[in-house]
């Protein structure tokens, strides 16, 4: 017969709590969610459950899967156990072990590699010196608040023309942003331009202000391996709001987006968020928003809600307003009132490209 704190120890399974991590024999290793790295978190496999040490923030010694929870949430132990067990009933009979979530994987190497290299020809011709390059380095700039830096740490780049792509993947005109994680490419979304949806309306066609390159696989989650090692996490709702938001906050915080409000993080993502202690939800302040915050509250129960001052519609519009987003994310973090004088201090609508 378990005692409740030899089950829990042995149905928790740190590979589906702790992200990035790689089978070698009957370890894993990977990253540290607490202090990042690449290879300083094993856990090993025993029958009385996982352990894990880290070689950097750990004291050099095996830990469980209780300790392990407990720093995470800071946690006592009884209420770690308590709370597993609440939800239980003793009476069912218990799996030996947790079973293994459902996890997404990239899309194929032989779609990965085109996309990539086109992405890489895209932010080329970005950094060019074509007048079309630099009219969108323009908008980019000036609408978007995006720092040269920022268009260069996560690849941004324009595509001119339609273009086909690898195995017949339609590439549409506008503006890349290509999604990383762990070293894999799963998708490179486009913004689209406003001459190409005037043309396709033209020729009868529909297209969107976002159409991904065809084999993404969105629903990925955006900037997710700056989550290891974070002490706190923006979400926000989508790739251009996560880029100007990183270029205000300290670098142990992240931010991240599922690319659109009403998309969850699932079983792959949702293990990134595994060690960081504040999650902070910035959703759009309307009917969608406000749904979206419901359900990620119920996926992420330690994840509490931030708003933007009024009158803002989201991070970008915002700092193009001149809104201070270095003393707003500062009091939000601290979870202290936002001064009132951070703005907006102006109403500049968004222009297009
Ligand atoms: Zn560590």
């Known amino acids: 017969m378990l005692t409740q704190q030899e089950d829990f120890k042995r149905s928790t399974r740190l590979g589906d709590l702790v992200p990035g991590l790689k089978k070698s024999g009957q370890y894993l290793i990977g990253p540290c969610p607490f202090c990042g790295g690449r290879d300083r978190f094993n856990v090993k496999m025993t029958d009385g459950g996982d352990l894990w040490v880290c070689r950097q923030c750990g004291d ?37 072990a947790a079973p293994a979530p459902d996890l997404a994987t990239p899309p194929a190497d032989d779609w990965q590699w085109p996309a990539l290299i086109a992405a890489a020809e895209c932010a080329d011709f970005l950094r060019g010196d074509s007048a079309a390059a630099g009219k969108v380095r323009a908008y980019l700039r000036d609408n978007r608040k995006l720092t040269d830096n920022t268009l260069q740490e996560y690849m941004i780049g324009f595509n001119p023309a339609g273009r ?69 996490v923006f979400v926000v709702e989508g790739e251009f709001d996560a880029m100007v938001l990183s270029q205000y906050v300290p670098r142990d915080v992240a931010v991240v987006t599922m690319g659109s409000a009403g998309s969850l993080p699932g079983n792959t993502w949702a293990r990134y968020f595994a060690a960081v202690k504040d999650i902070i939800l910035l959703l759009d302040d309307d009917d969608a928003g406000r749904q979206a915050l419901a359900r990620w509250q119920k996926k992420l129960p330690r994840a509490r809600a931030a708003q933007l001052p009024d009158g803002s519609k989201d991070v970008t519009d ?28 102006s109403t500049q609508a968004a222009q297009d490209v």
Not at 65 to 93: C, H, K, N, Y
Not at 173 to 195: F, H, K, N, S
């Open 60 to 96: 050099g010694r095996y830990h469980d899967a209780i300790d392990f929870l407990m720093r995470r949430d800071g946690l006592t132990f009884a209420e770690v156990v308590g709370q597993s067990a609440a939800p239980r009933p003793t009476a069912a009979p218990r799996p030996t």
């Open 164 to 232: 086909m792509v690898g195995d017949g993947c339609w590439l549409a005109p506008g503006v890349t942003i290509p999604c990383m994680v762990d070293g894999a490419l799963w998708y490179v979304q486009v913004r689209t331009t406003a001459a190409a949806r005037a043309e396709a309306v033209d020729a009868g066609r529909k297209l969107d202000k976002y159409h991904a390159l065809k084999g993404s696989k969105l629903g990925a989650l955006f900037n997710a391996d700056t989550l290891i090692g974070a002490r706190a």
């Open 318 to 345: 915002f700092r193009r307003n001149r809104g201070n987003l270095v003393t707003w994310a500062g009091a939000v973090l601290r979870g202290e009132t936002v001064p009132a004088d951070v703005g907006p201090q």
